[in-house]
């Protein structure tokens, strides 16, 4: 028996590998977090937003590690908290 997809699942497969490899490359973690802040609202519970929230959070904790500009840190960083307001985190961090 096959197990069944999930959103999780699903983003996981459509974002690990992609992160993992451009965490040193600005503009792809840059769009990385701007497809989550474009599926976020699309999300239609909690357990889907935590998914989105997992990648971001790794995103943003590479980029702080291994983007070596601080410009690129910034914009990573405001493109990060504006994912958090999306998903209705901010007062939960």
């Known amino acids: 028996m096959t197990k069944p997809f999930t959103f999780a699942g699903i983003t996981n497969a459509a974002l ?3 992160r993992q490899y451009s965490q ?7 769009r990385l977090l ?8 699309l999300t239609c519970n909690r357990q889907q ?5 997992r ?11 291994s983007l070596p500009d601080e410009n690129d840190k ?3 960083q405001e493109r990060y908290k504006a994912l958090l307001d999306a998903l ?3 007062n939960e961090k």
């Open 49 to 53: 937003r935590q998914a989105l929230l």
């Open 24 to 30: 040193t490359n600005p503009a792809v973690t840059i």
């Open 55 to 65: 990648q971001a959070e790794m995103i943003e904790k590479a980029s702080r590690e």
């Open 16 to 18: 690990d590998q992609i």
């Open 74 to 76: 910034k914009d990573v």
């Open 88 to 90: 209705k985190f901010e």
């Open 34 to 41: 701007e497809i989550l802040n474009t599926i976020g609202p």
